[in-house]
């Protein structure tokens, strides 16, 4: 038995959601470009879910479905209350109260395909509320209640800062949680594929894969990238900066990837977004400073910058908390490991590899008292 490191290239399930091919992405075969300018993230997660585009009777219907979940059990708001405020990453803060929006599901345990989509939509509706109420209740706010007329984009907006937003918010915010619903069998997605295969239930599936996402190397590289800017300032200090990153074999965060070489087709549109934003806000040095950094690593590494780079000015024209970048990604994600997870469910088997053994050879037990 041999090891692949990092199980790259490792084809370890079916699946018929999401593709890479080519460096190309589609959802169920609609191709990402296409699906970044004119969907809503309302009819990607239906797509997701269902394997084809709604109808607008459909799309109501799960509009409906979804602004009705949104509210949090009090005993999850109340929680907030009890966590460790300053020290608390809000994504830790997102993986414990979806673990405990779970001992509140009469359903969390019913394994049946009608339950587990019932789920499904509540667990979609209530994450971006988790994020929105903690945002506000670290800060001594209340959490605000969603707007049931809202969009799924316009009402976390609005959920995060008790204002509707403006229009030009929305299109970005909607866009971005298109671009970053699903990515075949990323690191995230295989977490909550593994935990399910158990025949696990969806809440702990969703906490496992949040639990995956966290991380600087997967989704945690967004709010990496919002430091490394600050951390570089200006437009003058990235050409050394970053040359000397390269020259110690520092990771720059926000490119490269596992699965694509010419490039990551999400990225482009979140930079025309960057560009579009950093100007309206007056802040167009974090967009030029992106592209300078991008012209530098794609020059001297051949290294794209990926999904997580741009969303990082992105979010921040958008005036969220550089921590609550990564819980975004989940808010979009979710939709994906639900699929993934309803999908490993109708037709499930265990995963379970093998590793290929490196430690010593077989021992003799000594006694404790024996031993030197
Ligand atoms: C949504 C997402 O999860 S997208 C990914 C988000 N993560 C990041 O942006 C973090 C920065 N990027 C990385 O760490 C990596 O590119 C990963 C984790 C995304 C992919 O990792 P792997 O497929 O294991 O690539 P690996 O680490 O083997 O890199 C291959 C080579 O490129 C280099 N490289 C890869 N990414 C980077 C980077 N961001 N900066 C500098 N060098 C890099 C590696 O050092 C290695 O060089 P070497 O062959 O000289 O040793
Ligand atoms: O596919 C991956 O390895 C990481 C990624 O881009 C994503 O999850 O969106």
């Not at 969907?39 to 979804?66: C, M, N």
């Not at 298109?178 to 594929?193: C, G, I, K, Q, Y």
């Not at 490991?337 to 999908?343: F, G």
Request: charged residues 25%.
């Amino acid at each position: 038995m041999t090891a692949t490191r990092g199980l790259e290239g490792v084809v370890a399930t079916t699946s018929a959601i999401s593709s890479i091919i080519d460096d190309t992405l589609t959802y169920v075969g609609y191709n990402i470009d296409d699906l970044a300018e004119n969907a809503s993230f309302e009819e990607v997660i239906y797509l997701l879910w269902h394997g084809k585009l709604p109808t607008q009777s459909q799309l109501d219907e799960l509009k409906a479905q979804l602004a009705e979940n949104m509210n949090l059990p009090q005993e999850v708001l109340a929680h907030f209350k009890t966590y460790p405020i300053d020290q608390v990453h809000p994504m830790a803060a997102l993986r414990s109260a979806v673990s405990l929006l779970g001992l509140y599901d009469e359903e969390a345990d019913v394994m049946e395909e009608g339950a587990n989509y019932r789920k499904a939509i509540r667990l979609q509706a209530k994450m971006p509320a988790i994020v929105a109420a903690f945002a506000r209740v670290r800060k001594g706010l209340e959490p605000i209640a969603p707007k049931k007329e809202l969009s799924f984009a316009a009402n976390f907006l609005y959920m995060l800062n008790g204002e509707v937003p403006e229009d030009v918010a929305v299109e970005a915010m909607n866009k971005a949680l298109v671009l970053h619903a699903d990515h075949e069998l990323n690191a995230s997605t295989f977490t909550a594929r593994v935990c399910v295969a158990t025949l696990s239930d969806v809440y702990s599936g969703i906490t496992a894969a949040i639990g995956a996402l966290k991380g600087p190397l997967h989704g945690g590289a967004n709010e990496a990238v919002m430091k490394m800017l600050k951390e570089i300032g200006t437009l003058d200090n990235v050409e050394p900066a970053i040359r000397e990153k390269l020259a110690n074999k520092d990771k720059i965060m926000g490119f490269g990837h596992r699965v694509y070489r010419k490039g990551d087709p999400r990225a482009k549109h979140l930079r025309e977004m960057s560009k579009r934003l950093t100007e309206l806000t007056g802040e167009p040095h974090w967009y030029e400073m992106s592209t300078k950094i991008e012209g530098i690593v794609t020059g001297e590494k051949d290294l794209p910058p990926n999904v997580d780079f741009y969303s990082a000015s992105v979010y921040h024209s958008l005036g969220i908390d550089h921590d609550l970048f990564t819980p975004i990604f989940a808010v979009s994600r979710v939709s994906g490991w639900l699929a993934h997870i309803l999908e490993q469910y109708s037709n499930n088997r265990l995963i379970r590899p093998r590793a290929d053994y490196t430690g010593p050879g077989m021992q003799a037990y000594i006694p404790v008292e024996q031993r030197g």
